[in-house]
């Protein structure tokens, strides 16, 4: 596959943990698929330890906003956000890499919104978003 098939494959995944549709989810993702979470130092091994993972998250997401996808080759990058109900809203930054025409890995950042104070240094220099 190419990256725009990639990149439609990923877009795909998202739309699909969006309406809650897990096992749709699972058919763009390669049966060894490994997911690492460094920000939690977490690793999932596996399609179906992933789909548990994303099938039990306890958070009431509103929905997922794909905010960017760039692909090139086997490697396809998503910015998602995530409103959440009574909390700030969650963004994920996603390296997606493909084999065999599937996901195969991904390396995940997340982070919530407004969750750290800016540095003092920067006083001066940064705006708020």
Known sequence: MGAEENKAAVERVWQAFDAREF???????HEDFVCE??????RIRGRDAYIAVNRGHPDPWVSIEILRLLAEGEVVVSEVRLPV??????????????????????TEYWVQENSQEPYEYRAGISEPL
């Not at 096992?23 to 993702?29: C, F, P, T, V």
């Open 85 to 106: 109900e009574g909390a700030e809203p969650h963004y994920a930054l996603s390296f997606w890499e493909f084999r065999d025409g599937r996901a195969a890995r991904l």
């Open 23 to 29: 096992e749709r989810a699972s058919e763009e993702l």
């Open 37 to 42: 979470w460094p920000h939690s130092g977490e």
